[in-house]
């Protein structure tokens, strides 16, 4: 009997059941007429042991560096990780898709994607199909998902990426079916949910926002955080809004600003972080909501003003209306996810962190956290820390801006603790900042403990 997996959707409440075995049946059917029968899966299981060479037009807007290195619109591809948003690297350029596959006894054991460049020299013994039209391409790595997903390696991350990047049209069905297929891995299927948003356009958001809504009740622990990799309906939750905050067009704000809305507690604190990652007015305006709106979790509002500091492009206005609502925060947890998110301003944020630290007003431990986030911040000026140290006439304040400066390893930061360890006129001063100067690797430092030693 097939198996089934079952969610609700958001609007209507609806249960939706999905059946594993024609969800794949439609997957390879819409992916080829019979995986066994195209031109290419024949090619290559006649092929023999050792690596199989294929290239393929991609899709406008992909390129690579000829390695590991992918890009596709705001996503980007490496060996040991992948992100979405706003990145630069010169070294990707148009070309086509490559794929390696290895195969042992007429199977694929594993696959490697690369975009532009040519082949690399291997001691394998290699089998070159040269070049196949992506749609065929296309069908052929859709189809050989199941067979490769659950293979052992560091490359199930871009399992999809030459079904996708092929420059073969519209596979939105495809990706829906996979992710809607509860046989297919996690990772798998949060792929696809990924690239329903990279892909698809105002079609795809009521699949996304039911895969959503479908994440449960959400916990109620102290921390709310979810990610992508929590296990079943959880984790693909959070990929869904991820999705959303990327559809073409903004297409699926409204749905994003919904869930933050109206969704429980965890899909709440998911939505606006990615509300914050949309970099849309509506979104921003959405977020301002939730973090004045007292009768939210404080979890919910201070994630929120986590998303709105730590946008792709965050706009110097929402800095400086986070610093204007400060006073008037309440929270603990608030206060200080404004002050880590003044690390992100790089116009007023050192300036305003450490006018923070020195207002008396504030309390000790408000002013602690501004110090630590101005000196995790590389724009803060070392002498600005060096300032806080000397000025400062709490014992507590002092010991922590030693901590900072510890953390820095340049020649004025360093300089003034070897100052501090010689002759501050506290001697608790002095013992603290020897210790935290035999954690450092300098030569300076090495000698200047030796010397002392010597005396």
């Given at each position: ?49 050792g690596v199989v060479h294929v290239q393929f037009a991609s899709r406008p807007g992909t390129c690579g560096d000829g390695h590991d290195a992918i890009g596709f619109r705001r996503a980007f591809f490496a060996e040991s990780f992948q992100s979405i948003g706003r990145w630069n ?8 898709v490559r794929v390696a596959l290895t195969v042992s006894g007429g199977q694929v054991t594993r696959l490697k994607t690369f975009v532009s460049g040519s082949w690399t020299a291997t001691a394998e013994r290699v089998t070159d199909l040269g070049t196949v039209t992506p749609t ?177 492009d965050t706009p110097p206005s929402e800095f400086a209306y986070l610093r204007a609502i400060f006073s008037r925060v309440m929270s603990e947890k608030m206060k200080e996810q404004i002050l880590m998110g003044m690390g992100e301003d790089k116009s007023n944020g050192s300036t ?104």
């Open positions: 009997m097939a198996s089934t997996g079952e969610f609700v959707t958001s609007s209507t409440g609806d249960s939706v059941r999905f059946s594993t075995l024609p969800i794949a049946a439609a997957l390879i059917a819409a992916a080829s007429p019979a995986f066994a029968q195209t031109d290419l899966a024949t090619r290559v299981s006649r092929s023999p042991d690297a010169p070294t990707c350029v148009a070309g086509p065929e391409a296309a069908s052929y790595f859709f189809a050989l998902i199941p067979r490769v997903e659950r293979v052992d390696g560091r490359d199930k991350s871009r399992i999809l990426l030459p079904a996708v990047l092929a420059d073969a049209g519209d596979v939105v069905p495809q990706l829906t079916s996979l992710a809607r297929d509860d046989g297919r891995t996690q990772e798998t299927r949060r792929q696809a949910i990924q690239w329903l948003g990279l892909l698809g356009d105002s079609k795809v958001v009521p699949t996304l926002v039911a895969f959503a809504r479908a994440g449960g009740a959400g916990p109620v622990s102290e921390d709310v955080d979810e990610d992508d990799a929590a296990p079943g309906m959880k984790g693909l939750a959070t990929s869904a809004m991820a999705a959303l905050s990327y559809v073409a067009d903004g297409a699926g704000v409204p749905a994003l600003i919904d869930i933050a809305r109206t969704g429980s507690l965890g899909a709440r604190n998911s939505a606006v972080f990615w509300l914050g990652q949309a970099g849309d007015p509506r979104a921003i305006a959405a977020l301002h909501a939730i973090i004045e709106n007292t009768r939210e979790d404080e979890r919910v509002r201070a994630h929120a003003i986590f998303g709105l500091s730590h946008g792709d305003w962190l450490i006018a923070k630290v020195r207002d008396n007003s504030e309390s000790m431990e408000t002013r602690k956290k501004a110090l630590f986030w101005a000196g995790q911040r590389d724009l803060t000026p070392t002498r600005d820390l060096v300032g806080v140290y000397r000025t400062a006439t709490e014992s507590s304040l002092k010991e922590h801006a030693l901590f900072v400066l510890s953390q820095r390893d340049d020649d004025e930061a360093i300089t003034e603790l070897m100052r501090i360890a010689q002759s501050d006129s506290d001697k608790h001063m002095r013992s603290r900042a020897l210790f935290w100067l035999g954690q450092k690797d300098d030569p300076r430092v090495t000698k200047f403990i030796a010397d002392r030693i010597a005396r």
